[in-house]
């Protein structure tokens, strides 16, 4: 009983080194995402995709880049990396779209850039 | 656009007292409201959701929530606390129609003394 996955856990990167977090999930999800968190901001939408093939941009996109190629998995990807982007990710996927359908979320990967 | 705002960043309460985290949101149409619960190190979970219906909902763990409309409110509460649960509390929002993408507030770490 997976659920939603993500790897790695932990990574130190330096910075203007790349890197890609990997999610999956084994539910038949739609809908996936990827989020962001930092002290005293709650969780902030990077990026979204309501489904194989399709991808949008979230509440702060700039510097992550995703694609959805199959429904299991949704990469994201950091291609320069940044201090400002040391932060803990959380996946999360639902059933679909409609955002009424309980999200479920990865158990984090936590991320740092020197 | 929807935005959430929780009240209080920090609650701490003596076990078996009773605990309320406040949380508001800005909407000017329809939305569906949620609660999840963070544990150290971990992922967030689903506590409660309001979609429609009765403006009290019932959630896991014994919380429960008060859907005002009038007040843009959703406050999160729970009769007796324990110490398991020392956790930090997310509020969450979510537009009915368009894009529905989950809003979260900013967090509030509860603390359970014994």
């Known amino acids: 009983n997976a659920g939603v996955t993500q790897t790695p856990k932990f990574q130190v990167l330096k910075t203007g080194q790349s890197m890609t977090l990997q999610c999956a999930q084994d539910m038949n999800h739609e809908y996936m995402s990827w989020y962001r968190q930092d002290p005293g901001m709650g969780l902030r939408l990077i990026h979204y995709?309501?489904?194989?093939?399709?991808?949008d941009q979230g509440e702060v996109p700039n510097g992550y880049n995703v694609s959805r190629s199959t429904t299991e998995d949704f990469p994201l990807r950091l291609l320069s990396a940044a201090p400002s982007q040391t932060s803990v990710y959380f996946c999360?996927?639902?059933?679909?779209?409609?955002?009424?359908?309980?999200?479920?979320f990865g158990e984090g990967s936590w991320l740092t850039v020197v | 656009a929807q935005s959430v705002t929780q009240l209080d960043s920090q609650v701490p309460v003596f076990e078996e007292a009773p605990v309320e985290l406040r949380c508001n949101y800005s909407?000017?149409?329809?939305?569906?409201l949620f609660w999840y619960v963070q544990y150290p190190n971990q992922g967030l979970q689903l506590l409660l959701k309001y979609l429609s219906g009765s403006t009290l909902v019932k959630g896991i763990n014994g919380f429960e929530a008060e859907f005002n409309k009038s007040q843009t409110s959703f406050h999160l509460r729970k009769p007796s606390v324990h110490i398991s649960d020392t956790a930090e509390y997310f509020c969450?929002?979510?537009?009915?129609?368009?894009?529905?993408?989950?809003?979260f507030g900013q967090g509030t770490r509860l603390t359970i003394n014994p």
């Open positions: 909407s000017s149409v329809s939305v569906y």
């Open positions: 999360a996927s639902r059933i679909s779209a409609d955002s009424g359908n309980t999200i479920y």
């Open positions: 969450a929002v979510s537009y009915i129609q368009g894009a529905q993408k989950l809003v």
């Open positions: 995709s309501v489904g194989a093939g399709i991808t």
